[in-house]
């Protein structure tokens, strides 16, 4: 597995064929070094949840319903 240079972007991950688990496998060994892993992880996931809460609420069906019909309540 080879892992992104420091500083280049997400096209020189892409051509390196790094997947997103590899990627964080990465940023968890940085951590481990500086004693952060857990602080990574939380941050990751909370990102996730964040993620999910906006595609749940995007998805509502009374929420769409008020767009479509422009109803404001």
Known sequence: MQLQPP???STAAAD???TPGDALAHCDADAD???AATGHRARAASVQRAAAAAVTAAL???RVRR???RIDL
Do not use: E, S, T, V
Request: one cysteine or more; hydrophobic letters at 35%.
């Open 7 to 9: 500083g280049l972007g």
């Open 16 to 18: 390196r064929h790094i």
């Open 33 to 35: 070094r500086a004693g």
């Open 60 to 62: 509502d069906p009374a």
């Open 67 to 69: 767009h479509l019909c």
